[in-house]
């Protein structure tokens, strides 16, 4: 129904060159006066391919992401913080039918977007390639990743396409939800016993550089931020949302008596820049691209929740067609 533009992931990149001048000078003029981009306004190939491919990433995080924090569930420690863990890890499945939603108005399906994270041809957030290994990890992700991820989404939902960013909004609300669950749980570690301080810090240590990779390359090494800031998909850069994200998280922690494996970490108070050690990007391009410490783990567990989910799929699909057929 939507089909006209979407090229498939791996064609080419669509030319802006290429398109109608006036109806680009149209859409680039309605950008610019902050309209919203809806699925059956024109829009270049380009931008719907590369809307695609942010949505897709971002609702593929979702279901993956619900993974590491999921097989706390049973261990959390008490009935209060299980409740809350399984509220969360469902708020996470439900963003990813939204952004699923969302990205199927670009005309690519979501049976299409499954099959090519399964098959390893689509990307999802490097930190969920990384086991959780203690309670202190769980802590760690609600608190910073989801701090990292709102500093993100809430720029993003400023952007041009109206479905995107209408989801975003609703995403932002459940996740400032998550954030409150993960610092309850940090908090609770930071002040408790010398053991529960040791496990939270050890999991800091192992997760800031993840936490550094999760905004994505600097800027000089950033493939598409320019083309996305110009069309206002992404609002910030990586380098913006990261400095962001330390200006508010970083003394947050150090309040806590907590440290951060970087010496190098600091405010430059002339600047109002922080500054802080270059995480190792090569990692950063190994994990995204399939050989991090979990991402074999991550995708087998998705293709078996496929594979079980098949039959549901078949009787949704069968009930439909049944629905559709008008009574004789
Ligand atoms: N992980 O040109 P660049 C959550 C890739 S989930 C993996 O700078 P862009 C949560 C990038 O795709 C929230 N790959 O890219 C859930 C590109 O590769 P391709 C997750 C990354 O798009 C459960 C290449 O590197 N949030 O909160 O301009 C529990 C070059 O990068 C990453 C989103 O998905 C990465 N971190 O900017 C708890 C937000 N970074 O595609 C919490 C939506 C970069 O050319 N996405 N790459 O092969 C975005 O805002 C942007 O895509 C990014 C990257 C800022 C992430």
Redesign the pocket.
């Known amino acids: 129904m939507y089909g006209g533009g979407y090229v498939p992931a791996g064609a080419d990149e669509p030319k802006v060159s290429a398109e109608n001048p006036e109806l680009l000078a149209q859409f680039e003029a309605r950008i610019a006066r902050g309209e919203k981009i809806e699925p059956r306004d024109w829009m270049p190939a380009a931008y719907r391919k590369?809307l695609i491919?942010?949505?897709e990433?971002?609702a593929?995080?979702?279901i993956?992401?619900?993974l590491?924090?999921g097989t706390w569930i049973t261990r959390a420690p008490g009935f209060r913080r299980k409740l809350a863990l399984m509220a969360?890890?469902q708020d996470?499945v439900g963003?990813a039918q939204l952004l699923y939603s969302a990205a199927e108005t670009l005309g690519k399906s979501r049976e299409d977007m499954l099959n090519d994270l399964i098959n390893g041809k689509?990307?999802?957030?490097?930190?969920?390639n990384y086991p959780a290994e203690t309670w202190a990890d769980v802590a760690v992700?609600?608190f910073l990743?989801?701090a990292?991820?709102?500093v993100?989404?809430v720029?993003?939902s400023k952007g041009s396409y109206g479905p995107y960013c209408r989801a975003l909004e609703r995403i932002c609300y459940e996740?400032s939800f998550?954030l409150k669950q993960g610092h309850s749980v940090f908090v609770w570690l930071a002040t408790g016993t010398t053991m529960q301080r040791e496990m939270l810090q050890s999991a800091l240590n192992r997760w800031w550089e993840p936490i550094m990779?999760?905004?994505?390359?600097s800027?000089t090494?950033?493939?598409?931020?320019e083309t996305?800031m110009r069309w206002k998909v992404?609002m910030a850069s990586?380098d913006v949302?990261r400095q962001q994200f330390l200006n508010m998280y970083v003394p947050k922690i150090w309040e806590l008596g907590l440290s951060l494996p970087d010496s190098e970490l600091r405010k430059d108070e002339f600047t109002g820049q922080w500054l802080f050690t270059e995480p190792n990007w090569d990692t950063?391009?190994q994990?995204?691209n399939g050989n991090g410490p979990c991402n074999r783990e991550r995708l087998a567990v998705r293709k078996i929740a496929e594979e079980r989910g098949a039959w549901v799929r078949a009787a949704l699909r069968r009930a439909d067609a049944r629905y559709a057929t008008p009574l004789a």
Do not use: C, W
């Open positions: 590369q491919r942010m949505i990433q971002h593929h995080s979702e993956i992401g619900a590491p924090e969360k890890v996470e963003h689509s990307k999802y957030s490097n930190v969920f992700i609600g990743i989801d990292a991820a709102i993100n989404q720029a993003n996740e998550h990779h999760f905004f994505g390359p800027d090494m950033s493939q598409h931020t996305l992404k990586n949302m950063f391009f994990v995204i």
